[in-house]
């Protein structure tokens, strides 16, 4: 079967550092991806990691361990605008992007 | 300017009413996807299409249908049929659905309200 998990919701203040944690179970597994999406918004790419390890882009960094079925989307020094949902987004092995239902992060100023 | 766009923004119609909601691409994308999006929610896959001419179920294909005749093109008709059809319903492209990370482009959605 299929299945993901991240935190529905993550609050952190502006200039912290937040990590959202995403764990999943899909029938074959080729990489993961992170979107963003602001409200009433279209989602957005943000990453992909098809190998262990961490990808850095900017003030966010993804991480993938393949045999933990794990990863996360770790962002720096945040901003009011990060204010938004984040998705992680396996890709199986029939090509499907599976979304979740995201991580909603809040921003205190 | 390269993009997807879908329209119209909001729908509004009759319980009873087929509605078709367009989605085009210019980016020359193979790919085409279609999902919906309930508040709060994920983003759940209703069709997707690999090639013209050619599309699959997704998971939640039920009530709904779409044809893929131009590459650039791939409109959604919401049937009758279906029971809950108010959502928020959103189009992606990408360059193949079976190279890379298979980055996916978004539209910026239709709005439909079905009372």
């Known amino acids: 079967g299929q299945s993901l998990e991240q935190p529905s919701e993550v609050t952190a203040v502006e200039g912290a550092i937040v990590q959202i944690n995403c764990t999943y179970q899909?029938?074959?597994?080729?990489?993961l991806s992170w979107y963003q999406q602001h409200d009433g918004g279209a989602p957005t790419f943000l990453s992909y990691?098809?190998?262990?390890g961490l990808e850095e882009t900017g003030r966010f960094s993804s991480f993938l361990s393949r045999s933990d079925s794990y990863g996360y989307l770790l962002l720096q020094e945040l901003q009011m605008k990060d204010s938004a949902s984040y998705f992680c987004?396996?890709?199986?092995?029939?090509?499907?992007?599976?979304f979740g239902k995201g991580t909603r992060l809040h921003i205190l100023p | 300017d390269g993009g997807i766009t879908q329209s119209p923004k909001y729908l509004f119609r009759k319980e009873g009413q087929n509605v078709t909601l367009s989605c085009e691409q210019n980016l020359n994308h193979d790919a085409m996807y279609w999902y919906r999006q309930d508040p709060g929610q994920g983003l759940r896959l209703i069709y997707y299409s690999q090639i013209v001419n050619d599309f699959q179920k997704g998971d939640i294909a039920e009530g709904y249908s779409v044809s893929r005749e131009k590459k650039e093109s791939f409109p959604l008709t919401v049937t009758s049929a279906q029971k809950n059809p108010t959502a928020f319903y959103l189009c992606a492209s990408s360059i193949s659905a079976t190279s890379g990370s298979n980055e996916q482009y978004f539209g910026p959605g239709t709005r439909l309200t079905v009372t």
């Open positions: 987004a396996p890709r199986n092995r029939d090509d499907k992007i599976i």
């Open positions: 899909t029938s074959g597994f080729y990489g």
């Open positions: 990691n098809a190998l262990d």
